[in-house]
C-alpha cells in the first residue's frame, strides 16, 4: 500500500490545483477529515480550526437540510458554543421559556413552565450558525462527498470517496449518524436494539390560527397522542404523533393528510389546517451503543457512537460533548503529547458516557410513556 504520507502530500498538491479549502492555512496537510455536517461534526470542526489544526468536512447530502430534528441545546452545549463563539447568535433565535400546554381528550388541561434547562430551537438553525462560524476560520463543507473506503497505517489514514477520490489525512472522525458509513467500514459493532415499529411520526408543518405561545401536547385515554412545537425564528411547528394505521392496522407513511387526520383526532380543533410539511419523517426507539470509538487513527462521536430515545433531548448534546472532547483529545495529539496515550483518552471518557445516557434515556422514555396517560402531564417527565 502506497505509504499515507506520500498521499497526504499528494493531496496537498491537489488542493493546490483544485483550489479546495482544507483550513486556515491553505494548502497545509489535513489534520482531520470529519465525515459528517451535523451538530457534531461541525462542532468538532469548529472546534479543531480554534486549535489551529487544518480540518476537512465532507458530507454525503447535496445541500444542507431546513428540518427542526433535534431542537433543544442544553446549558452545557451552550457552553460549549459559547467558547467557539457561536451561541450569542443561537440564544438570539432560541426560546429559553418554553410552556407546555397539555390537554386530555380534547380538554385544556393546564400549562407546565419547562425554561432553565436551555433554549428551544431547530437543528438546522444550529448547524447554520456552525457553518458560519467555520466559515469564518476558512473552512467550508464539502457536499456530494460520499465515503467508500477507509484504509490507514500508523502515519495516517486514507478515505476513498465514491466519486474515486481521495483525502488523505493524519486522523479521521466519523461524525456521520445513526446509520454511520465510517461506523460500517471500521467494523464497529453497534450493540443494543432496535424496535421493529416506528413509535412516532415527525415533521415541519405550519398550522395557521394556533397559538404559537406553547408548546401543545394532546393525549388521550387511548394512549394516543400529537404534539405541536412552535419552532423559534419561523412560522413553523414541529410535529411529534402516534402513528397512522390503516383499516388492516398496518402502518400509514407520514403525509400532510395523515398529519391532519391525527391532529384532528387527538386535538379535535377543527378550525386548524395544517399546511406545507416540508419535513416528514418516523422515529423508532432505537437503542445502540458503540462496541469501540477508536480504530487507530479513526474515531466516531455522536450519533454514529450511540442511540437512544429521545426523552429528555440528550441526543444531539450529548454528540456536541463528544466534540468537544475528540477536539481536546485530537488537539493534543496533533501538538505531540503523549501519542497513544492521549488517543485514548477519548474513548475513556465517552464510551462510559454514551452507556449512561442510553441507560437515563431508557429510563426517562419510560417515565414520559406512563406519565402521559395522566391528563395534565406529559414530556416534562422526561426532563424529571
Request: aromatic share 4%; proline share 4%; hydrophobic share 40%.
Amino acid at each position: 500500500m502506497t505509504d499515507v504520507l506520500t498521499d497526504v502530500l499528494t493531496d496537498v498538491l491537489t488542493d493546490a490545483t483544485t483550489g479546495s479549502t482544507t483550513g486556515s492555512r491553505a494548502g497545509a496537510p489535513t489534520d482531520v477529515l470529519i465525515v459528517g455536517s451535523g451538530p457534531t461534526g461541525l462542532t468538532l470542526a469548529c472546534d479543531l480550526a480554534l486549535r489551529g489544526a487544518v480540518v476537512r468536512v465532507i458530507d454525503q447530502r447535496s445541500e444542507p437540510h431546513h428540518e427542526s430534528r433535534g431542537k433543544g441545546l442544553r446549558q452545557s452545549s451552550l457552553d460549549i458554543f459559547r467558547r467557539l463563539g457561536v451561541a450569542e447568535s443561537l440564544t438570539a433565535i432560541g426560546d429559553g421559556e418554553v410552556v407546555l400546554r397539555k390537554y386530555f381528550d380534547g380538554e385544556h388541561i393546564n400549562d407546565t413552565p419547562a425554561g432553565g434547562t436551555g433554549i428551544l430551537i431547530g437543528q438546522w438553525q444550529i448547524e447554520a450558525a456552525l457553518r458560519e462560524r467555520l466559515a469564518g476560520l476558512g473552512v467550508t463543507v464539502e457536499y456530494g462527498a460520499r465515503l467508500a473506503d477507509i484504509t490507514q497505517d500508523a502515519a495516517g489514514v486514507r478515505a476513498e470517496l465514491a466519486d474515486g477520490g481521495v483525502i488523505a489525512a493524519r486522523y479521521l472522525a466519523g461524525c456521520d449518524g445513526g446509520r454511520s458509513t465510517t461506523r460500517k467500514l471500521l467494523g464497529i459493532p453497534f450493540e443494543g436494539s432496535t424496535e421493529a415499529e416506528p413509535a412516532m411520526v415527525v415533521g415541519d408543518v405550519r398550522a395557521p390560527g394556533l397559538s404559537r405561545d406553547h408548546w401543545h401536547q394532546w393525549f388521550t385515554s387511548e394512549g394516543g397522542g400529537t404534539m405541536l412545537c412552535p419552532m423559534p425564528g419561523t412560522d413553523t411547528f414541529q410535529l411529534q404523533a402516534s402513528p397512522e394505521t390503516d383499516e388492516h392496522g398496518q402502518l400509514l407513511p407520514p403525509s400532510l393528510e395523515s398529519f391532519q387526520r391525527l391532529f384532528d383526532r387527538h386535538a379535535r380543533m377543527p378550525e386548524i389546517r395544517l399546511t406545507d410539511a416540508t419535513w416528514l419523517s418516523t422515529w423508532r426507539v432505537n437503542v445502540r451503543v458503540a462496541g469501540r470509538l477508536r480504530e487507530g487513527r479513526a474515531f466516531l462521536a455522536g450519533d454514529a457512537a450511540h442511540v437512544h430515545p429521545i426523552a429528555g433531548g440528550l441526543g444531539m448534546n450529548t454528540g456536541i460533548e463528544d466534540a468537544a472532547a475528540l477536539a481536546r483529545t485530537l488537539g493534543a495529539a496533533l501538538a505531540g503529547q503523549n501519542g497513544e496515550e492521549v488517543l485514548d483518552t477519548y474513548q475513556s471518557e465517552r464510551l462510559p458516557a454514551a452507556t449512561e445516557v442510553v441507560a437515563d434515556t431508557a429510563r426517562r422514555y419510560e417515565r414520559v410513556l406512563e406519565a402521559v396517560r395522566t391528563p395534565g402531564r406529559g414530556i416534562e417527565a422526561g426532563l424529571e
